[in-house]
C-alpha cells in the first residue's frame, strides 16, 4: 500500500500570499497518477487537479499542481478567503487509492 | 454532468450489514467512463478509500475492509451499491459515492450504534 504524507498539517497566511503544499508518497507514482482536492466544511471533496498538474473543468487558475515520483506540490498562487478548505492528495496507480491526511488551509 | 446521490440508513446496529445505494444519472454504470467509487470520511477525520467497481464488474477493494466488504452494479436501474458487514462503531461514518475523483455524491452519515 502507497502511504502519502503531507506537509504541513495546518498553514495559516494571509489573503493574496502563496500557499504551498507538499504530498510525499512512499513509493513513487508514476506518470503522475496523483490528484488533488479540496474539501470546504460540510461539503464533499472537489476535484482540484488530476495527473499531478492538470487542473479540472472549473478550477482556477490560481491552483497549479506539479511534481513527480515521490514529491508533489500542489500551489494556490493569491489565496483568497474563499480558499479555507482542507486539501488532500490521492494517488490512483495502486490500489488501494489511498489518501493521504490532509493539509488545513487557514485564512489570516 | 454526472450526479451521484446516496441512499440508505443512517443508523446500523452493531454486528449488522450497512447497505448504501448510489444513484447515477448523466452517466451509465454499464460505461467505462468512471471506476464508481466509494469513500468514506470518520466524523472530524480524512478520507478513507474504501473499493470500487468497474463497468466490467470487476471490483478493487481496501484491503483492511475486503474480508468484510461488497460492491455490486444494477445497471437497468443505473446504481451501484456497497454491502459492509459486522460493523463496529468504528464504521460511522459519512459515506461518499464517486465517479473516480471526478464527480461526489453530497455524502451520507451513517451511524454505528445499538
Known amino acids: 500500500e502507497i502511504v502519502l504524507t503531507q506537509s504541513p498539517g495546518t498553514l495559516s497566511l494571509s489573503p493574496g500570499e502563496r500557499a504551498t503544499l507538499s504530498c510525499r508518497p512512499s513509493?513513487?507514482?508514476?506518470?503522475?497518477?496523483l490528484a488533488w482536492y479540496q474539501q470546504k466544511p460540510g461539503q464533499a471533496p472537489r476535484l482540484l487537479i488530476s495527473?499531478?498538474?492538470i487542473r479540472a473543468t472549473g478550477i482556477p487558475d490560481r491552483f497549479s499542481g506539479s511534481g513527480s515520483g515521490t514529491d508533489f506540490t500542489l500551489t494556490i498562487s493569491r489565496l483568497e478567503p474563499e480558499d479555507v478548505a482542507v486539501y488532500y492528495c490521492?494517488?490512483?496507480?495502486?490500489?488501494?487509492?489511498?489518501f493521504g491526511q490532509g493539509t488545513k488551509l487557514e485564512i489570516k | 454532468q454526472v450526479q451521484l446521490q446516496e441512499s440508505g440508513p443512517g443508523l446500523v446496529k452493531p454486528s449488522e450489514t450497512l447497505s448504501l445505494t448510489c444513484t447515477v444519472s448523466?452517466?451509465?454504470?454499464?460505461?467505462?467512463?468512471?471506476?464508481w467509487t466509494w469513500v468514506r470520511q470518520p466524523p472530524g477525520k480524512g478520507l478513507e478509500w474504501i473499493g470500487d467497481?468497474?463497468?466490467?464488474?470487476?471490483?478493487n477493494y481496501s484491503p483492511s475492509l475486503k474480508s468484510r466488504l461488497t460492491i455490486s452494479l444494477d445497471a437497468p436501474k443505473n446504481q451501484f451499491s456497497l454491502n459492509l458487514n459486522s460493523v463496529t462503531a468504528a464504521d460511522s461514518a459519512v459515506y461518499y459515492c464517486?465517479?473516480?475523483?471526478?464527480?461526489w455524491g453530497q455524502g451520507a452519515l451513517v451511524t454505528v450504534s445499538s
Open positions: 464517486a465517479c473516480s475523483g471526478n464527480y
Open positions: 495527473a499531478a498538474s
Open positions: 448523466g452517466a451509465s454504470v454499464s460505461s467505462s467512463y468512471c471506476y
Open positions: 490521492q494517488q490512483y496507480l495502486t490500489s488501494p487509492y489511498t
Open positions: 513509493q513513487s507514482v508514476n506518470s503522475g497518477f
Open positions: 467497481i468497474q463497468h466490467t464488474g470487476n471490483t
